[in-house]
């Protein structure tokens, strides 16, 4: 195992975490509307990750760390499944069925485009450069 390999994935956790729970806290869900906070997050990383999957089956020679500190570290910790999971049935809890689906069937289509404008994105910047 690389030495630097468990220090990247724990600044990079460290920076995802602390800057979603900053998030949260400053603007948290209620069930009754729309979480913004984890719908932008979970997109965001998800921009992220999809740059990085590209930039690294392109950049060949790059420090073994980078995936592990921005993928596993930093969109790990930023991106949460459970919390959408958590809004979707709190959402439920309090009556609100069209808003759960809506968020649900939205962050899987948000999710998706990202990774379709962002894999092309980066692709067509790389072949540009």
Not at 40 to 48: D, Q, R
Not at 67 to 78: D, K, Q, R, S, T
Not at 99 to 127: E, K, M, P
């Amino acid at each position: 195992m690389h030495a630097r390999l468990l220090p990247a994935i724990f600044l990079g956790g460290a920076a995802g975490g602390l800057s979603r729970a900053a998030l949260e806290q400053a603007w948290p869900a209620n069930g009754h509307s729309w979480p913004w906070v984890t719908f932008a997050v979970n997109i965001a990383g998800t921009v992220v990750l999809a740059s990085l999957f590209v930039l690294v089956q392109q950049w060949r020679r790059h420090p073994p760390y980078l995936g592990p500190l921005l993928g596993i570290g930093l969109c790990g910790a930023l991106t949460t499944f459970s919390t959408l999971q958590l809004e979707l049935l709190q959402m439920l809890d309090h009556g609100e069925g069209g808003l759960a689906a809506g968020y649900a069937v939205a962050s899987v289509a948000a999710g998706l485009l990202a990774i379709a404008l962002t894999t092309n994105l980066v692709r067509r910047a790389r072949l540009a450069a």
